[in-house]
């Protein structure tokens, strides 16, 4: 009757799990299973500091394509050098044996949610797979709702949703080069026929609601 697991504790998703978990509610996450390790967003010269000339991982070279989109078991790790936003959500640098990892939360787990890359790209994507069902603002919430909390929006929730989207709206509005720049954040730029300011506006709202504490916590 799933008496126990629906009253577990409640602890905060590891760090793969929350990026492989944006990347699926965009509809992207590649589920092929082996292959050679990839490498998807990481800040350019990351490896410069610690590279040894004449090693193949003095330089990253970041992947492009699908490879972008694999589930992070395969995303390469350098122990030197590990990627900074697995090891903000405690994800282990592979330098010793991790039994049981830390769990933190801090205010750079927020802003990484909020501005990396790889999350942006992956709420882009989110934002186009929700724009595609429904016609109605509020059909549109409900399915994105559906998608990242598995549950229909209470009435105030709801209230908060539609009204953020229209603060998001009428701020790119007035800014239409922002939401053009938005719009076009990321390395995969699915077609779509959606303008820049109503793309942007449900990038915004699809990354608020992935930063939702239901979201990237076990519950």
Known sequence: ANALLARGPRFRLDAEVIRDQALAAGGVLLNKIGGPGVKPYQPAGLW???????????????????????????????????SPSMSLFNAPNRESCVVARERTNTPLQALALMNDPQYI???????????????????????????????????????????????????????????????GEGLQSPENKMNPVELASWIMLSNQMLNLDEVINKN
């Open 121 to 183: 790209d992956a709420a882009r994507h989110l934002a186009i797979r929700t724009a595609n069902h429904g016609k109605t603002l509020d059909e549109r919430i409900a399915y994105l709702s559906r998608i990242l909390l598995a549950r229909p929006l209470s009435g105030d929730d709801l209230a908060v949703m539609k009204s953020s989207y229209q603060a998001f709206e009428k701020s790119y509005q007035k800014d239409a080069a922002a939401a053009k720049a938005l719009s």
């Open 48 to 82: 410069k500091a610690v590279g040894y000339t004449g090693s193949n991982t003095q330089t990253f070279s970041q992947d492009y394509g699908k490879a972008l989109f694999r589930r992070s078991i395969y995303t390469f790790i350098k122990r030197t050098a590990p």
